[in-house]
């Protein structure tokens, strides 16, 4: 992904978690329980779009957030 790219998926990750009432931390931790090593700081980086997302983190993040891939990656 390039910046922009990063930014928009950031931006369409924290609307949708703010959707589901969940903060940055609890969302970090559902994703620590399922095996995905992300911390409250690295999700925060993700949705400020100043991190790229990793496969296996967009798999879990889909899985918890029950959207398609779709709507997460726009």
Do not use: N, P, W
Request: aromatic share 6%; net charge neutral.
């Amino acid at each position: 992904m390039d910046y922009q790219s990063d930014k928009q998926f950031g931006a369409r990750l924290r609307a949708i978690r703010a959707q589901r009432h969940l903060t940055q931390e609890q969302l970090s931790a559902m994703l620590q329980v399922r095996g995905t090593d992300l911390t409250r700081s690295a999700l925060a980086k993700i949705e400020a779009g100043q991190r790229h997302v990793y496969l296996d983190e967009l798999v879990t993040l889909r899985q918890i957030l029950d959207v398609s891939y779709e709507e997460l990656l726009g």
